[in-house]
């Protein structure tokens, strides 16, 4: 069974900066591609950022210039810069592992990422 692990998150002030991660321990596959979403207490999840097989990649407006999504091998990330309060939720990973021809979507199970001062 594929687990999918996300780090990085944490407690920032605003106007920080974090990274995080995501990514299958001890799975030998190689990522296809991954989506960041994130929910806010009382909100529904939303989706933040995608990256593609080919590096392509997309963000929601709200984090545009902000947030960068990269990836290598195995490990899809997340570089957030000038944190805002709002930022403040759980952050998931939806990863993409080749499987076969397939490129097959796990979630994990979150990281708590807090902007405060």
């Known amino acids: 069974q594929v687990r999918v692990k996300e780090s990085g998150g944490g407690l920032v002030q605003p106007g920080g900066s974090l990274r995080l991660s995501c990514t299958a321990p001890g799975f030998t596959s190689n990522t296809c591609g991954a989506d960041w979403y994130r929910q806010a207490a009382g909100k529904q999840r939303e989706w933040v950022s995608s990256?593609?097989?080919?590096?392509n990649t997309g963000y929601t407006d709200s984090v545009k210039g902000r947030f960068t999504i990269s990836k290598d091998k195995d490990t899809v990330y997340l570089q957030m810069s000038s944190l805002k309060p709002e930022d403040t939720a759980m952050y998931s990973c939806?990863?993409?592992?080749?499987?076969?021809?397939?490129?097959?979507?796990?979630w994990g199970q979150g990281t708590q990422v807090t902007v405060s001062s």
């Open positions: 939806k990863l993409g592992l080749d499987i076969g021809r397939a490129c097959v979507k796990y």
């Open positions: 990256i593609s097989t080919d590096d």
